[in-house]
């Protein structure tokens, strides 16, 4: 059972950063980032650390994109 | 050409990290470590300066009464590392509040908050904030501690920013908490010298393995770094909704 | 198998910091490379069938826990690396209110 979900978390954490680093948009980019953080916290709760997932819940999949969404925020009004 | 280039180096170096770790006899494989062999089995007995055969929940007389045991290396065997950390996130923190100093305005969202937001993230405020405090006071008893904690403390605070266009937090009151909370965690540090004769000891009672009030000083010293961290945080988010006056 | 697939992860982060010519995808692979990074350490540190390192009603510590030690140093990284990533995205910020552009390539021409 934890072997199979080992395996589909690690093949979708492959697919989430070729994903991430490779799409040409910036704000699906971001999107994929913030994915690939969540299901990095499904892979620390099935090798038992609860302390790093949450953690990383909190701060690299919510703050982390919200930073990068303010980024893009303030500087999308030059283009237009 | 550039990218094939790259490719290859990126496989080079995959190539070289796995077939290393492979040769290499001391490296265990994936779960197969032994615990009993490292300098961690020391931290989960709590015997690094006394001799614990085993800890008992609901005992007390341990070097660290903290019944997470992340916990205990965290806030205690390694604090100073911890102080170290809490340091390079005020130093980032400070560059970005320097890179921003010129900019007053706050950005505009681009969509105009209505009832239902408003009346509802004033509510989850509250249910978050609390969640955070919660969080970071029971960091030695259950998952969690002061990084989570300060963080949640900090996303509710970006709950405000999003459901109010024009609200600005006080940034004086923020600096000054962060500063103070820094300077009491090297109080504490300087109080356990005059105490034990070592910096950042545990020279409170450890108590009971499981009680709320245990552990010395691993609380005390998390609702601290809970707070700092708190407050650096939501003071670069506000530096990050500004933009310069035109 | 996520140990493999944490060093995949790594290979990506820097196949995208190699070939990437916009900063913000610069960001993003840097944390791409953090993420497969803490994997891996946690990694280092499990051991089939250990419980997770909270001592719990009536259990003493001569039960098989995972590696607590892993785990204390990957937080220390996980916060640290908030802290780098806002001060790159500053940097990106005041570069593009001077350039107008996050492209590297088109930085400096008129």
Known sequence: MINILSIVISVLLVILAFLAVSSKTLSKSI???SALSMLSVLGFVVMKAPDVAVTEAVIGSGLVTALFVFTLLSSRKVVK | MKKVLSLLVVL???FGIINSLNQNSSFPKFGEADVSDRVSDRYINKNVTEENEEVIFGEDGYETGSSNFVTSIVANYRSFDTLGEVTVLFISAFGVALLFSKDSKRVSLNFKPNFMLRVGSRALFGLIIMTGIYISVHGHLTPGGGFPGGTMIASSILLLYLSNDS?????KGFKLLEGFMGSLYVLIGVAGIYVTGYFLENFLDTGVVGDLFSAGIIPIVYVIIGLKVGSEIASIIDNFLTEEVS | MIQYA??????LGLYGLLTNRNVIKIIISLNVF????NLFIISVGYVDGGLAPILTGNSTSVL????PLPHALVLTSIVIGVGTTALGLAFAKKIYAKY???EIDEMGVE
């Open chain 2, 12 to 14: 080079a170096l995959g």
């Open chain 3, 64 to 67: 098989s826990f995972v590696d």
């Open chain 3, 100 to 102: 107008g552009t996050y």
């Open chain 3, 6 to 11: 944490s060093i995949i992860l790594i290979m």
């Open chain 2, 167 to 171: 609200f600005r937090t006080k940034i």
């Open chain 3, 34 to 37: 953090e993420i497969g990074l």
């Open chain 1, 31 to 33: 999107v994929y980032l």
